[in-house]
């Protein structure tokens, strides 16, 4: 079945970057893109970027710019996301989501990945 | 990017309808047909109910419908049922190529 699955929690101290990853697998890794968005604790959902699986374009949040870095690795069909600097203002779930064009939605979620930043 | 602006917060009976609106400008809802709706119960993932507007996805009870007037969206549940009682959260594509989320609205079952 599709699906997308993410890799597993993580603690980093401030300062330190993360890197989680997305594997896709049930469907043609390069005919749709992927969208990262994350959820601080208790807080509503914050739309961080999109990365072309096709060409590797990327598009950032303005919030994010200079801190995060979207690729991805088709002879796996993997994304990934890492972000720099992290502060404790970064714990939160991450998701990776599927969309297949502009108004198409995010059709498939990655179960989420849990990041705490904490000295 | 600003975030559109939903209620925090509706609720409802069993059987009842409610509508959730999502407000933005017309650098996102107002100028895309590219409005989304997705319902997130309690630590899961969020889950596509509405797309490009009003087009529900395959499995998406038809109770789900989905509109747009201008610069807001709206999101209309109806026969509510217990199950539905969950976070639901708008987006939308924005003139700066990028997306753009609701604050989240809690829909509470009476």
């Known amino acids: 079945q599709v699906q997308l699955v993410q890799s597993g929690a993580d603690v980093k101290k401030p300062g330190a970057s993360v890197k989680v990853s997305c594997k896709a697998s049930?469907?043609?890794?390069?005919?749709?893109?992927i969208t990262w968005v994350r959820q601080a604790p208790g807080q509503g959902l914050e739309w961080m970027g999109w990365?072309?699986?096709?060409?590797?374009?990327?598009k950032y949040s303005q919030n994010l710019q200079g801190r995060v870095t979207m690729t991805t690795d088709t002879s796996t069909s993997t994304a990934y996301m890492e972000l720099r600097s992290l502060t404790s203002d970064d714990t939160a779930v991450y998701y990776c989501?599927?969309?297949?064009?502009?108004?198409?939605?995010?059709?498939?979620w990655g179960q989420g990945t849990t990041v705490t930043v904490s000295s | 990017q600003s975030a559109l602006t939903q209620p925090a917060s509706v609720s409802g009976s069993p059987g009842q309808s409610i509508t959730i609106s999502c407000t933005g400008t017309?650098?996102?809802?107002?100028?895309?047909?590219?409005v989304s709706w997705y319902q997130q119960h309690p630590g899961k993932a969020p889950k596509l109910m509405i797309y490009?507007?009003?087009n529900r996805p395959s499995g998406v009870s038809n109770r789900f419908s989905g509109s747009k007037s201008g610069n807001t969206a709206s999101l209309t549940v109806s026969g509510l049922q217990a199950e539905d009682e969950a976070d639901y959260y708008c987006?939308?594509?924005?003139?700066?190529?990028?997306?753009?989320f609701g604050g989240g609205t809690k829909l509470t079952v009476l």
């Open positions: 989501a599927r969309v297949e064009y502009i108004g198409s939605g995010m059709d498939v």
């Open positions: 049930g469907y043609s890794f390069l005919t749709y893109d």
């Open positions: 990365i072309s699986a096709n060409n590797g374009n990327t």
């Open positions: 017309s650098s996102d809802v107002g100028g895309y047909s590219s």
């Open positions: 490009d507007v009003d």
């Open positions: 987006s939308s594509y924005t003139s700066s190529s990028v997306w753009v």
